[in-house]
């Protein structure tokens, strides 16, 4: 006879690992955007997965990291003579990102194994949680393959590389949402509404990539004005036809650029969204003022951003309200696909 303790036992544990989890990512992605903003990246130069757990607590220690980071052309370049304070400053930022990311992996990779022990899951679900665990292995790749970018000849990390660094992050915490809402759900229904949605949050992650293109080329330090740049709606050095060649984003115009028209289709193909569902009552209104609430959030602190000079507060915000842009448009699926309409 099935022990029904157990059984809500289980699921109450699953549950708090589940959101646990989607909290520590959360605030892993937070703590990372502030990582690169401050320019704190570099600051540790060695991978150090298991020797790296605790910070320098000596002077000779904090010296030793200093001394690495010397070494390398952000130090030789921009930060010359920086004081042994102002390098504490960057290392700190580093550090709490590495520490975060190991403790987020641990969180969901230990009892993950555990309740493989318990024989918790059905076959999808481990499947799905082995999935997100591979995912949590191939961020840390990810990461200090960011990191090595800038270690040799360059002053910065790859903004490609940081962009596939955030997008895996924002996969994962994608994933991480998706099973706490479908979890306990025996039938999903997908329709063509679910697949439109799911069409728009493609869109949505193309943008956050763009976007850390913005971030890694320090693309929001110029033309900072709206809704014109320079004086023009396309800046003069800009030219569209550029974009068939890759070496268009790495130019810190076209991506800016490319990040606004991105942002004004967004907008767009939301309202259109918005008003076919509405019209076809697939769907409570209120779900519907939520995404586009976020939208519209997302879009004037992104307007914030170039208009205050590029302030490190708002350009966080920036970065966590794509978090819960993320987290509207994924509900906004959930709720279209167990309509039963």
Same mark, same amino acid.
């Given at each position: 006879?099935?022990?029904?303790n157990n059984l809500n036992k289980n699921n109450t544990h699953v549950t708090i690992w589940l959101y646990l989890s989607l909290f520590l990512v959360s605030s892993l992605i937070f703590v990372g955007g502030l990582t690169r903003l401050t320019e704190s990246g570099l600051?540790?130069?060695?991978?150090? &997965? !298991?020797?790296?757990?605790?910070?320098?607590?000596?002077?000779?220690? =904090?010296?030793?990291?200093?001394?690495?980071? *010397?070494?390398?052309?952000?130090?030789?370049?921009?930060?010359?003579? @920086?004081?042994?304070?102002? !390098? *504490?400053?960057?290392? =700190? =930022?580093?550090?709490?990102?590495?520490?975060? +990311?190991?403790?987020?992996?641990?969180?969901?990779?230990?009892?993950?194994?555990?309740?493989?022990?318990? *024989?918790?899951?059905?076959?999808?679900?481990?499947?799905?949680?082995?999935?997100?665990?591979?995912?949590?292995?191939?961020?840390?790749?990810?990461?200090?393959? @960011?990191?090595?970018?800038?270690?040799?000849?360059?002053?910065?990390?790859?903004?490609?590389?940081?962009? +596939?660094?955030?997008?895996?992050?924002?996969?994962?915490?994608?994933?991480?949402?998706? %099973? #706490?809402?479908?979890?306990?759900? *025996?039938?999903? /229904? &997908?329709? !063509?509404?679910?697949?439109?949605?799911?069409?728009?949050?493609?869109?949505?992650?193309?943008?956050? +990539?763009?976007? +850390?293109?913005?971030?890694?080329?320090?693309?929001?330090?110029?033309?900072?004005? =709206?809704?014109? @740049?320079?004086?023009?709606?396309?800046?003069?050095?800009?030219?569209?036809?550029?974009? %068939?060649?890759?070496?268009?984003?790495?130019?810190?115009?076209?991506?800016?650029?490319?990040?606004?028209? #991105?942002?004004?289709?967004?907008?767009?193909? !939301?309202?259109?969204?918005?008003?076919?569902?509405?019209?076809?009552? #697939?769907? /409570?209104?209120?779900?519907?003022?939520?995404?586009?609430?976020?939208?519209?959030?997302?879009?004037?602190?992104? #307007?914030?951003?170039?208009?205050?000079?590029?302030?490190i507060y708002i350009a966080s915000l920036h970065q966590l309200g794509s978090i819960f842009l993320l987290f509207s448009i994924i509900y906004l699926f959930y709720q279209v696909s167990i309509s039963k309409k």
């Amino acid at each position: 006879m099935l022990n029904t303790n157990n059984l809500n036992k289980n699921n109450t544990h699953v549950t708090i690992w589940l959101y646990l989890s989607l909290f520590l990512v959360s605030s892993l992605i937070f703590v990372g955007g502030l990582t690169r903003l401050t320019e704190s990246g570099l600051s540790i130069t060695n991978w150090e &997965l !298991f020797s790296g757990i605790l910070p320098p607590l000596t002077d000779k220690k =904090w010296q030793y990291y200093f001394a690495l980071y *010397k070494e390398i052309p952000q130090y030789k370049k921009i930060n010359f003579g @920086m004081s042994l304070a102002e !390098f *504490k400053y960057i290392f =700190w =930022w580093e550090y709490i990102h590495r520490l975060l +990311a190991r403790l987020a992996s641990l969180v969901f990779i230990l009892p993950f194994i555990y309740f493989l022990i318990k *024989k918790v899951f059905n076959f999808k679900q481990i499947l799905f949680y082995s999935i997100i665990s591979s995912l949590f292995f191939f961020q840390g790749f990810l990461g200090w393959y @960011m990191v090595k970018s800038g270690l040799i000849t360059n002053t910065d990390v790859s903004h490609f590389r940081l962009s +596939a660094h955030l997008l895996g992050a924002q996969i994962i915490l994608s994933l991480l949402f998706f %099973s #706490i809402l479908f979890r306990d759900i *025996k039938k999903i /229904n &997908l329709n !063509f509404y679910s697949y439109l949605i799911l069409f728009f949050l493609i869109i949505v992650f193309f943008q956050i +990539a763009i976007g +850390a293109f913005v971030s890694g080329l320090d693309a929001a330090k110029i033309y900072q004005t =709206w809704p014109l @740049m320079n004086g023009n709606f396309i800046p003069d050095d800009v030219l569209i036809k550029e974009f %068939s060649n890759s070496k268009s984003y790495s130019s810190p115009s076209h991506v800016q650029f490319l990040h606004r028209i #991105i942002a004004y289709f967004i907008i767009l193909f !939301f309202i259109f969204i918005f008003f076919y569902l509405e019209k076809k009552k #697939i769907i /409570n209104l209120k779900y519907l003022l939520i995404v586009l609430s976020a939208i519209i959030f997302q879009a004037l602190l992104g #307007i914030l951003v170039l208009i205050s000079g590029h302030k490190i507060y708002i350009a966080s915000l920036h970065q966590l309200g794509s978090i819960f842009l993320l987290f509207s448009i994924i509900y906004l699926f959930y709720q279209v696909s167990i309509s039963k309409k």
